[in-house]
Protein backbone atom coordinates (compact mmCIF):
# COMPACT_ATOMS: atom_id res chain seq x y z
CA UNK A 1 0.00 0.00 0.00
CA UNK A 2 0.98 3.23 -0.53
CA UNK A 3 1.50 6.29 2.27
CA UNK A 4 -1.99 7.94 1.47
CA UNK A 5 -4.06 4.64 1.36
CA UNK A 6 -2.42 4.30 5.15
CA UNK A 7 -3.36 7.08 5.97
CA UNK A 8 -7.08 6.99 4.05
CA UNK A 9 -7.37 3.38 5.73
CA UNK A 10 -6.31 4.92 9.11
CA UNK A 11 -8.89 7.35 9.11
CA UNK A 12 -11.98 5.03 8.57
CA UNK A 13 -10.50 2.47 11.65
CA UNK A 14 -8.85 4.94 13.78
CA UNK A 15 -11.01 7.44 16.30
CA UNK A 16 -10.32 10.84 15.12
CA UNK A 17 -8.86 12.42 18.51
CA UNK A 18 -5.60 13.38 16.70
CA UNK A 19 -4.57 15.51 13.88
CA UNK A 20 -2.02 13.60 12.65
CA UNK A 21 0.68 14.56 10.35
CA UNK A 22 0.55 13.20 6.96
CA UNK A 23 3.42 10.70 7.43
CA UNK A 24 3.13 7.29 8.24
CA UNK A 25 6.23 6.51 10.09
CA UNK A 26 8.38 2.76 9.40
CA UNK A 27 11.56 2.65 11.54
CA UNK A 28 14.13 4.69 13.04
CA UNK A 29 17.63 4.37 13.74
CA UNK A 30 19.65 6.47 15.97
CA UNK A 31 18.22 9.98 15.87
CA UNK A 32 16.35 9.27 12.59
CA UNK A 33 13.29 8.22 11.40
CA UNK A 34 11.96 6.55 8.06
CA UNK A 35 8.73 6.82 6.69
CA UNK A 36 7.18 3.97 4.56
CA UNK A 37 8.70 5.02 1.50
CA UNK A 38 12.14 5.27 2.89
CA UNK A 39 12.31 9.11 3.07
CA UNK A 40 14.47 10.18 6.25
CA UNK A 41 13.47 12.52 9.14
CA UNK A 42 16.28 14.49 11.54
CA UNK A 43 14.18 13.75 15.05
CA UNK A 44 13.74 16.60 17.42
CA UNK A 45 10.48 15.42 19.30
CA UNK A 46 11.78 11.43 19.95
CA UNK A 47 8.30 10.60 19.98
CA UNK A 48 7.31 13.70 22.80
CA UNK A 49 10.77 13.11 24.82
CA UNK A 50 10.73 9.47 25.19
CA UNK A 51 13.17 7.78 23.31
CA UNK A 52 15.62 9.71 25.07
CA UNK A 53 18.43 6.84 23.81
CA UNK A 54 17.65 7.18 20.36
CA UNK A 55 16.61 4.62 17.46
CA UNK A 56 17.67 0.84 17.35
CA UNK A 57 19.57 1.24 20.38
CA UNK A 58 21.16 -2.80 20.38
CA UNK A 59 21.70 -2.78 24.06
CA UNK A 60 18.04 -1.94 25.04
CA UNK A 61 16.64 -4.13 22.26
CA UNK A 62 18.86 -7.11 23.57
CA UNK A 63 17.69 -6.47 26.99
CA UNK A 64 13.83 -6.33 25.74
CA UNK A 65 14.27 -9.28 23.30
CA UNK A 66 15.63 -11.62 25.93
CA UNK A 67 13.17 -10.60 28.74
CA UNK A 68 10.82 -11.68 25.98
CA UNK A 69 11.77 -15.12 25.59
CA UNK A 70 11.73 -15.67 29.71
CA UNK A 71 8.44 -14.27 30.57
CA UNK A 72 6.52 -11.10 29.91
CA UNK A 73 4.02 -11.08 32.46
CA UNK A 74 3.17 -12.50 35.84
CA UNK A 75 0.86 -9.86 37.30
CA UNK A 76 1.76 -8.17 41.03
CA UNK A 77 0.71 -11.09 42.97
CA UNK A 78 4.02 -12.11 42.90
CA UNK A 79 7.54 -10.70 42.60
CA UNK A 80 9.82 -10.83 39.59
CA UNK A 81 13.44 -10.12 39.63
CA UNK A 82 12.89 -6.82 36.78
CA UNK A 83 10.92 -4.45 38.70
CA UNK A 84 13.42 -5.36 41.92
CA UNK A 85 16.26 -4.14 39.67
CA UNK A 86 14.24 -1.51 37.98
CA UNK A 87 12.90 0.01 41.74
CA UNK A 88 16.10 0.00 43.12
CA UNK A 89 17.95 1.82 40.47
CA UNK A 90 15.35 4.12 40.60
CA UNK A 91 15.58 4.51 44.07
CA UNK A 92 19.01 5.53 43.66
CA UNK A 93 18.86 8.01 40.49
CA UNK A 94 15.93 9.98 42.03
CA UNK A 95 16.41 9.63 45.68
CA UNK A 96 13.28 8.69 46.77
CA UNK A 97 12.06 5.77 48.96
CA UNK A 98 9.42 3.78 47.62
CA UNK A 99 8.08 3.01 43.93
CA UNK A 100 4.66 2.21 42.17
CA UNK A 101 4.76 1.28 38.61
CA UNK A 102 2.16 2.18 35.83
CA UNK A 103 1.45 2.00 32.49
CA UNK A 104 1.54 5.61 31.93
CA UNK A 105 2.23 9.38 33.21
CA UNK A 106 -1.44 10.14 33.38
CA UNK A 107 -1.67 6.88 35.97
CA UNK A 108 1.41 7.92 37.61
CA UNK A 109 -0.39 11.39 38.55
CA UNK A 110 -4.02 9.39 39.50
CA UNK A 111 -1.31 7.53 41.94
CA UNK A 112 0.27 10.41 43.56
CA UNK A 113 -3.42 12.56 43.92
CA UNK A 114 -4.71 9.22 45.80
CA UNK A 115 -1.54 8.75 47.97
CA UNK A 116 -2.04 12.58 48.85
CA UNK A 117 -5.56 12.45 49.79
CA UNK A 118 -5.21 9.20 51.49
CA UNK A 119 -2.22 10.88 53.90
CA UNK A 120 -4.41 13.66 54.36
CA UNK A 121 -7.24 11.44 55.54
CA UNK A 122 -5.28 9.44 58.43
CA UNK A 123 -4.58 12.32 59.59
CA UNK A 124 -7.75 13.66 60.26
CA UNK A 125 -10.52 11.41 58.72
CA UNK A 126 -11.94 13.77 56.38
CA UNK A 127 -12.58 13.67 52.87
CA UNK A 128 -13.17 17.22 52.16
CA UNK A 129 -9.21 17.68 51.25
CA UNK A 130 -7.99 20.57 48.37
CA UNK A 131 -5.27 20.27 46.39
CA UNK A 132 -4.00 23.23 44.53
CA UNK A 133 -2.51 23.06 40.82
CA UNK A 134 -0.69 25.71 38.53
CA UNK A 135 -2.45 27.44 35.32
CA UNK A 136 -1.31 26.20 31.90
CA UNK A 137 0.09 22.88 33.52
CA UNK A 138 -0.73 19.55 32.24
CA UNK A 139 -1.09 16.44 34.18
CA UNK A 140 -2.63 13.91 31.40
CA UNK A 141 -6.06 13.11 30.04
CA UNK A 142 -7.40 10.44 32.43
CA UNK A 143 -10.28 12.53 34.73
CA UNK A 144 -7.89 12.72 37.84
CA UNK A 145 -4.97 14.06 36.00
CA UNK A 146 -7.75 16.48 34.11
CA UNK A 147 -8.73 18.05 37.17
CA UNK A 148 -5.59 19.27 37.99
CA UNK A 149 -4.38 20.50 34.53
CA UNK A 150 -4.50 23.84 34.22
CA UNK A 151 -5.96 24.69 30.60
CA UNK A 152 -9.50 24.90 30.81
CA UNK A 153 -10.09 23.47 27.23
CA UNK A 154 -9.18 20.27 27.80
CA UNK A 155 -11.89 20.34 31.32
CA UNK A 156 -14.73 22.10 29.80
CA UNK A 157 -16.08 19.17 27.69
CA UNK A 158 -15.97 16.17 30.50
CA UNK A 159 -16.74 18.61 33.60
CA UNK A 160 -17.20 17.47 36.22
CA UNK A 161 -14.23 17.20 37.26
CA UNK A 162 -13.18 15.60 40.42
CA UNK A 163 -13.76 18.31 43.49
CA UNK A 164 -11.88 20.93 45.75
CA UNK A 165 -9.13 21.82 43.12
CA UNK A 166 -7.75 25.90 42.90
CA UNK A 167 -5.60 26.93 40.53
CA UNK A 168 -2.37 29.24 41.23
CA UNK A 169 0.20 30.86 38.78
CA UNK A 170 3.25 29.37 38.35
CA UNK A 171 6.34 31.60 39.68
CA UNK A 172 4.03 33.25 41.64
CA UNK A 173 4.22 32.22 45.75
CA UNK A 174 1.31 34.89 46.66
CA UNK A 175 -0.86 33.07 44.25
CA UNK A 176 0.20 29.81 46.01
CA UNK A 177 -0.46 31.31 49.15
CA UNK A 178 -4.16 32.68 48.79
CA UNK A 179 -4.85 29.28 47.84
CA UNK A 180 -3.86 27.54 50.58
CA UNK A 181 -6.95 26.92 53.27
CA UNK A 182 -6.81 24.36 56.15
CA UNK A 183 -8.47 21.29 53.55
CA UNK A 184 -5.27 21.91 51.34
CA UNK A 185 -3.29 18.16 51.49
CA UNK A 186 -0.95 18.45 48.27
CA UNK A 187 0.37 21.15 45.61
CA UNK A 188 1.09 19.57 42.04
CA UNK A 189 3.26 20.91 39.57
CA UNK A 190 5.39 20.54 36.97
CA UNK A 191 8.96 21.59 37.53
CA UNK A 192 9.20 23.02 34.31
CA UNK A 193 6.16 22.49 32.58
CA UNK A 194 5.67 21.37 29.03
CA UNK A 195 2.57 21.52 26.75
CA UNK A 196 1.86 24.81 28.98
CA UNK A 197 4.66 27.15 26.67
CA UNK A 198 7.72 25.19 28.14
CA UNK A 199 7.74 27.20 31.59
CA UNK A 200 10.67 26.15 33.82
CA UNK A 201 10.08 26.92 37.59
CA UNK A 202 12.20 30.20 39.64
CA UNK A 203 14.32 28.68 41.88
CA UNK A 204 12.88 31.24 44.58
CA UNK A 205 9.39 30.18 44.06
CA UNK A 206 10.31 26.02 44.32
CA UNK A 207 11.79 27.21 47.67
CA UNK A 208 9.15 29.25 48.39
CA UNK A 209 6.32 26.46 47.90
CA UNK A 210 8.54 23.88 49.60
CA UNK A 211 8.93 25.60 52.81
CA UNK A 212 5.44 26.41 52.32
CA UNK A 213 4.42 22.64 52.75
CA UNK A 214 6.84 22.33 55.50
CA UNK A 215 5.14 24.58 57.19
CA UNK A 216 1.53 23.32 57.08
CA UNK A 217 2.41 19.90 56.44
CA UNK A 218 1.05 19.78 53.19
CA UNK A 219 2.55 17.20 50.13
CA UNK A 220 4.83 18.64 47.08
CA UNK A 221 3.81 16.26 44.14
CA UNK A 222 6.78 17.81 41.40
CA UNK A 223 5.59 16.26 37.81
CA UNK A 224 8.50 14.71 35.78
CA UNK A 225 7.34 13.04 33.37
CA UNK A 226 8.18 15.26 30.51
CA UNK A 227 11.07 17.24 32.08
CA UNK A 228 12.65 14.59 34.23
CA UNK A 229 14.96 11.74 32.91
CA UNK A 230 17.57 13.67 32.00
CA UNK A 231 16.56 16.15 29.62
CA UNK A 232 17.31 19.41 31.54
CA UNK A 233 20.68 17.78 32.68
CA UNK A 234 19.97 16.40 35.96
CA UNK A 235 18.35 13.10 36.35
CA UNK A 236 15.42 14.97 37.56
CA UNK A 237 14.50 18.22 37.19
CA UNK A 238 13.82 19.54 40.78
CA UNK A 239 17.55 18.11 41.68
CA UNK A 240 18.69 21.49 40.05
CA UNK A 241 17.00 23.51 42.47
CA UNK A 242 18.09 21.21 45.55
CA UNK A 243 13.95 21.27 46.46
CA UNK A 244 13.17 17.61 47.01
CA UNK A 245 8.84 16.30 46.39
CA UNK A 246 7.41 14.41 48.74
CA UNK A 247 5.27 12.55 45.82
CA UNK A 248 6.86 12.42 42.11
CA UNK A 249 6.00 11.32 38.86
CA UNK A 250 8.07 10.11 36.10
CA UNK A 251 7.06 8.53 32.53
CA UNK A 252 7.94 9.25 28.78
CA UNK A 253 12.07 8.08 28.63
CA UNK A 254 11.42 6.04 31.51
CA UNK A 255 11.10 3.28 29.24
CA UNK A 256 12.22 4.79 26.09
CA UNK A 257 9.36 3.73 24.23
CA UNK A 258 8.16 1.14 26.30
CA UNK A 259 4.77 2.24 27.91
CA UNK A 260 5.99 2.41 31.50
CA UNK A 261 5.63 4.93 34.55
CA UNK A 262 6.14 5.06 38.02
CA UNK A 263 5.02 7.66 41.15
CA UNK A 264 7.50 7.76 44.11
CA UNK A 265 7.64 8.97 47.33
CA UNK A 266 9.66 9.42 50.51
CA UNK A 267 8.82 7.24 53.20
CA UNK A 268 7.39 9.32 55.53
CA UNK A 269 4.61 9.69 52.64
CA UNK A 270 4.89 5.50 52.28
CA UNK A 271 4.26 4.91 55.58
CA UNK A 272 0.85 7.08 56.49
CA UNK A 273 -0.86 6.62 53.25
CA UNK A 274 -1.74 3.95 50.24
CA UNK A 275 -1.60 0.26 51.56
CA UNK A 276 -3.07 -2.88 50.72
CA UNK A 277 -6.28 -3.15 48.65
CA UNK A 278 -5.78 0.92 48.42
CA UNK A 279 -4.08 1.15 44.69
CA UNK A 280 -3.05 -1.35 41.91
CA UNK A 281 -2.78 -2.25 38.09
CA UNK A 282 -2.58 -5.47 36.12
CA UNK A 283 0.27 -4.45 33.50
CA UNK A 284 1.98 -2.26 36.27
CA UNK A 285 5.76 -3.16 36.53
CA UNK A 286 5.52 -6.14 34.69
CA UNK A 287 8.40 -7.99 33.52
CA UNK A 288 9.33 -6.85 30.27
CA UNK A 289 8.16 -3.02 31.32
CA UNK A 290 10.49 -3.07 34.40
CA UNK A 291 13.40 -4.89 32.01
CA UNK A 292 13.15 -1.53 29.94
CA UNK A 293 13.15 0.55 33.07
CA UNK A 294 15.93 -1.18 34.52
CA UNK A 295 17.98 -1.28 30.83
CA UNK A 296 17.63 2.21 30.48
CA UNK A 297 18.32 3.54 33.51
CA UNK A 298 21.78 0.92 33.38
CA UNK A 299 22.54 2.87 29.58
CA UNK A 300 22.27 6.52 31.46
CA UNK A 301 25.34 5.94 33.49
CA UNK A 302 27.24 3.61 30.57
CA UNK A 303 26.97 6.11 28.17
CA UNK A 304 27.20 8.99 30.43
CA UNK A 305 23.82 10.78 28.75
CA UNK A 306 23.72 13.44 30.77
CA UNK A 307 27.26 14.30 30.37
CA UNK A 308 26.19 14.69 26.88
CA UNK A 309 23.18 16.88 27.51
CA UNK A 310 25.06 19.18 29.69
CA UNK A 311 27.36 19.36 26.79
CA UNK A 312 24.81 19.82 23.29
CA UNK A 313 22.15 21.76 25.59
CA UNK A 314 24.17 25.25 26.00
CA UNK A 315 24.70 24.77 21.96
CA UNK A 316 21.00 24.36 21.34
CA UNK A 317 20.29 27.42 23.26
CA UNK A 318 23.19 29.42 21.78
CA UNK A 319 21.78 28.18 17.92
CA UNK A 320 17.94 29.01 19.23
CA UNK A 321 18.98 32.57 20.39
CA UNK A 322 20.51 33.52 17.16
CA UNK A 323 17.54 32.65 15.50
CA UNK A 324 15.57 35.05 18.15
CA UNK A 325 17.85 37.66 17.09
CA UNK A 326 17.92 37.04 13.79
CA UNK A 327 13.61 36.76 13.08
CA UNK A 328 11.25 39.39 14.30
CA UNK A 329 8.83 36.97 14.95
CA UNK A 330 10.09 35.18 17.56
CA UNK A 331 9.95 36.56 20.79
CA UNK A 332 11.87 34.65 23.15
CA UNK A 333 13.78 31.12 23.67
CA UNK A 334 13.17 29.53 27.00
CA UNK A 335 13.69 26.49 28.78
CA UNK A 336 16.57 23.91 30.13
CA UNK A 337 18.72 21.68 29.05
CA UNK A 338 16.88 19.99 26.13
CA UNK A 339 13.83 20.74 26.71
CA UNK A 340 13.52 24.20 24.76
CA UNK A 341 10.93 26.32 23.44
CA UNK A 342 11.05 29.07 21.08
CA UNK A 343 7.70 31.51 21.40
CA UNK A 344 6.78 32.91 18.01
CA UNK A 345 4.19 36.14 17.46
CA UNK A 346 2.12 33.95 15.30
CA UNK A 347 1.12 30.29 14.78
CA UNK A 348 3.77 28.05 14.79
CA UNK A 349 1.92 25.21 12.62
CA UNK A 350 3.05 26.37 8.97
CA UNK A 351 6.70 26.11 10.35
CA UNK A 352 5.95 22.73 11.49
CA UNK A 353 4.66 21.55 8.41
CA UNK A 354 7.06 22.89 6.16
CA UNK A 355 10.13 21.61 8.38
CA UNK A 356 8.57 17.81 8.35
CA UNK A 357 8.41 18.58 4.44
CA UNK A 358 12.24 19.07 4.46
CA UNK A 359 12.87 16.35 6.44
CA UNK A 360 12.41 17.93 9.91
CA UNK A 361 10.52 16.48 13.06
CA UNK A 362 9.15 19.01 15.27
CA UNK A 363 6.40 19.44 17.47
CA UNK A 364 4.53 22.44 19.12
CA UNK A 365 3.54 23.68 22.98
CA UNK A 366 0.66 25.57 22.03
CA UNK A 367 -0.41 27.00 19.11
CA UNK A 368 2.45 29.73 19.58
CA UNK A 369 5.71 27.34 20.33
CA UNK A 370 8.08 24.94 18.89
CA UNK A 371 8.84 22.70 21.24
CA UNK A 372 12.65 21.03 20.60
CA UNK A 373 12.37 17.72 22.82
CA UNK A 374 15.07 15.59 20.94
CA UNK A 375 16.40 12.16 21.93
CA UNK A 376 18.92 12.79 24.63
CA UNK A 377 22.27 11.30 22.44
CA UNK A 378 22.21 14.20 19.56
CA UNK A 379 25.39 15.76 18.75
CA UNK A 380 26.18 19.56 17.99
CA UNK A 381 25.81 18.14 14.25
CA UNK A 382 22.51 17.13 14.85
CA UNK A 383 21.86 20.64 15.79
CA UNK A 384 23.58 22.01 13.09
CA UNK A 385 21.55 19.95 10.61
CA UNK A 386 18.67 20.76 12.19
CA UNK A 387 19.11 24.88 12.54
CA UNK A 388 19.58 24.36 8.25
CA UNK A 389 16.17 23.21 7.88
CA UNK A 390 14.56 25.82 10.50
CA UNK A 391 16.51 28.25 9.25
CA UNK A 392 15.08 27.76 5.59
CA UNK A 393 11.28 27.21 6.95
CA UNK A 394 11.90 30.75 8.55
CA UNK A 395 13.21 32.24 5.15
CA UNK A 396 10.00 31.31 3.49
CA UNK A 397 7.53 32.77 6.32
Not at 103 to 118: C, D, M, P, T, V
Not at 253 to 274: D, H, I, N, R, Y
Not at 333 to 360: H, S, T, W, Y
Request: proline letters at 3%; a negative charge; hydrophobic letters at 40%.
Amino acid sequence: MKMQEYIEEAEQALLHTYNRYQVVLDKGDGVYLYDIEGKKYLDFVSGIAVFALGYNHKGYNDALKAQIDKVIHTSNYYYNVPAIEAAKKLKKVSGMDRVFFTNSGAEAIEGALKAARKYAYLKDGKTDHEIIALHHSFHGRTFGALSVTGNPKYREAFEPMIGNIKFADMNDLDSVKNCVTDKTCAIIMETVQGEGGIYPAQKEFLEGVRALCDEKDILLILDEIQCGMGRTGAMYAWQHYGVKPDIMTTAKALGCGVPVGAFLMTEKVAASSLTSGDHGTTYGGNPLAAAAISKVLDLFEEEKVLDNVNTVAPYLEEKLDELVKKYDFIETRRGMGLMQGLVFDRPVADVINKALEKGLILINAGTSIIRFVPPLVISKENVDAMIEILTECLDEL
